[in-house]
């Protein structure tokens, strides 16, 4: 099945600066990638997603940057703010009959007023 | 727009005890999944279903978790009897079809089993 790698774990930047999480899957034949943000005791919630056939998309501070040849995608959160703090998940579904969501393992993002 | 319900949001339990917990998906949403999410995991995929049908249930520990959506709608997720390292989030999801990429997730019951 997919497998689903995310570093960093934890990640503590500056406000205003910008931010990265890399993740990385192992099914070559996943062909979309969501981000989630999950606030302590919150739903996850849909903030970003990329299909297979984009290389970039963008969406006012965020950006998610797919490399379908090195099966790695990214999210970059720039001008970062104090209430962006929280858990970001990648994903990455399958091309199989079920198309399953196989998650990361997290990232815990402070951003340090 | 209403978004998915679960119920109950906490739970404790002893070991060997049961428990369930309900999900109401989006209305019009046929896919129904059931995620755990271990403090400080990224949710892990227990069952999918496609309308009253299971679709995916290769990550669930069938000895002591059972799920059904009888009428292709509300689902519930049963665990009987609980072990100590039950102890977790569900989070139930939904979208409209496996095709259709965007999920969106219920609050979580979280159940501490003690």
């Known amino acids: 099945g997919e497998n689903v790698e995310q570093h960093p774990s934890t990640l503590s930047v500056q406000e205003g600066d910008s931010a990265v999480i890399k993740c990385t899957y192992s099914d070559s034949a996943s062909n979309y990638f969501p981000w989630y943000k999950q606030e302590l005791g919150k739903r996850p919630q849909l903030i970003i997603d990329?299909?297979?056939?984009?290389g970039e998309k963008k969406d006012q501070r965020i950006a998610v940057t797919l490399n379908k040849t090195a099966k790695h995608f990214s999210l970059h959160i720039t001008e970062t703010q104090p209430e962006d703090s929280a858990v970001y998940f990648c994903a990455a579904r399958g091309a199989g009959s079920a198309r399953q969501l196989t998650f990361g393992s997290g990232t815990q993002l402070t951003v340090l007023p | 727009e209403a978004g998915v319900a679960q119920s109950p949001r906490y739970k404790i339990i002893e070991k060997r005890q049961s428990v369930a917990f309900w999900c109401n998906p989006i209305s019009g949403h046929a896919t129904l999944y059931w995620y755990q999410q271990i403090l400080g995991q990224g949710p892990k995929l227990l069952i999918q279903?496609?309308?009253?049908?299971?679709?995916?249930d290769s990550q669930l520990p069938k000895d002591r978790f059972s799920a059904e959506r009888l009428k292709g709608v509300d689902s519930t997720l049963k665990i009987q009897p609980a072990k100590l390292e039950d102890s977790a989030v569900y989070l139930c999801?939904?979208?409209?079809?496996?095709?259709?990429?965007?999920?969106?997730f219920g609050q979580g019951t979280r159940l501490t089993v003690v």
């Open positions: 279903f496609q309308n009253n049908g299971v679709v995916d």
């Open positions: 999801a939904s979208s409209l079809d496996p095709g259709t990429v965007k999920a969106f």
């Open positions: 990329i299909r297979s056939n984009v």
